[in-house]
């Protein structure tokens, strides 16, 4: 087994700090994940994530509704809960949006719930929808009866529109769920350090955005690995932690986890409870296994942080 190498390490044991403990923990309780549609049927799900877990399913390039449908049925089968992104900017048009919805829903299979809505990162649209809110406007979602919807959030940035664009379209979403009734949630890009994400949530709280907000932390993976999504969705400066730490490591040693990033979170949602932080979302790019094995040690971490005895009979 390659050895881990922690992005800002993690101290040994979990105990000393009961507050943090307890707010790790309910970060960690309700996570979800993110697979591929072609590993959403892998025998992989059912052994290493509990039955009911969340699990997205990206919109990836030159991908098909039909694999959308596919792979939220898969997850239904295999006890999951399928949530399918739906890539606003590859959709074309109302019509195709009407007829995925109706199967994503009506199918006794894959009874999808809930969606997450982003954009699409294409140059330009297939279709008539530009943004992700044009797709909510056309108020497909609620005649199709998907209660939840998920929104995207970038802490470090998007290299498609400035911070005020984005915050401005998260504030749009808010204002539009509340008026039609819709359960929404942000699920932010990942990141490798919780510094960055901090001073994102002081920001958008601030603005006056309410929603649930789910981080999304990468499991464990190759530095290599986790260095080349960075690349490939436009993550900010975090990622360069990894090749600082990674520097003159032998290639099997090359492993990274962010074990750091999610107790910092933990420590921040425990002293700033205004700060509205859901369970994580983690993205597994070094595999459902390894991830699994990450998560059960801060699970443990969190369960070894007993409050102290106020010595109370």
């Given amino acids: 087994m390659a050895a881990m190498l922690a992005v800002d390490p993690v101290r040994e044991g979990g105990g000393g700090d009961w507050e943090r403990d307890a707010a790790l923990g309910a970060l960690l309780l309700g996570r979800s994940v993110e697979t591929t549609p072609a590993l959403a049927g892998?025998?992989?799900?059912?052994?290493?994530l509990a039955?009911?877990?969340?699990?997205?399913?990206?919109?990836l390039p030159d991908a098909v509704a039909e694999e959308t449908i596919a792979a939220a049925r898969a997850l239904r089968e295999r006890g999951m809960v399928p949530v399918p992104h739906?890539?606003?900017?590859?959709?074309?048009?109302?019509?195709?949006?009407?007829?995925?919805?109706?199967?994503?829903?009506?199918?006794?299979?894959?009874?999808?719930?809930?969606?997450?809505?982003?954009?699409?990162?294409?140059?330009?649209?297939?279709?008539?929808?530009?943004?992700?809110?044009?797709?909510?406007?056309?108020?497909?979602?609620?005649?199709?009866?998907?209660?939840?919807?998920?929104?995207?959030?970038?802490?470090e940035g998007h290299h498609r529109a400035a911070e005020r664009e984005l915050l401005e379209a998260l504030l749009r979403k808010?204002?539009?769920?509340?008026?039609?009734?819709?359960?929404?949630?942000?699920?932010?890009?990942?990141?490798?350090?919780?510094?960055?994400?901090?001073?994102?949530?002081g920001r958008v709280r601030a603005s006056g955005l309410r929603l649930p907000i789910h981080v999304g932390v990468p499991g464990p993976a190759r530095i290599g690995t986790l260095v080349r999504y960075a690349r490939m969705c436009g993550i900010g400066p975090s990622w360069k932690l990894l090749l600082r730490h990674g520097k003159g490591l032998a290639g099997a040693a090359r492993v990274a986890d962010c074990?750091?990033?999610?107790?910092?979170?933990?420590?921040?949602?425990?002293?700033?409870?205004?700060?509205?932080?859901?369970?994580?979302?983690?993205?597994?790019?070094?595999?459902?296994?390894?991830?699994?094995?990450?998560?059960?040690?801060?699970?443990?971490?969190?369960?070894?942080?007993?409050?102290?005895?106020?010595?109370?009979?």
């Fill in 86 to 155: 739906l890539a606003a900017r590859r959709i074309p048009d109302a019509g195709a949006l009407d007829r995925l919805l109706r199967r994503l829903r009506s199918e006794a299979a894959v009874a999808v719930a809930e969606v997450l809505v982003v954009g699409g990162d294409v140059a330009a649209p297939v279709g008539p929808f530009e943004s992700a809110l044009q797709l909510l406007e056309t108020g497909l979602l609620g005649a199709h009866g998907i209660a939840g919807v998920g929104v995207g959030g970038y802490p």
């Fill in 174 to 201: 808010q204002a539009w769920a509340a008026r039609a009734g819709h359960d929404m949630f942000v699920v932010t890009q990942f990141a490798f350090r919780a510094a960055p994400v901090v001073d994102w949530l």
């Fill in 51 to 59: 039955p009911g877990t969340r699990v997205f399913v990206p919109w």
């Fill in 259 to 313: 074990g750091r990033m999610v107790l910092d979170l933990a420590a921040h949602a425990s002293a700033h409870p205004e700060a509205g932080l859901a369970p994580l979302h983690i993205y597994p790019f070094g595999g459902l296994r390894r991830a699994a094995d990450w998560i059960g040690g801060l699970v443990a971490m969190a369960g070894n942080g007993a409050r102290p005895d106020s010595g109370a009979d």
């Fill in 42 to 48: 892998d025998d992989a799900v059912t052994r290493f």
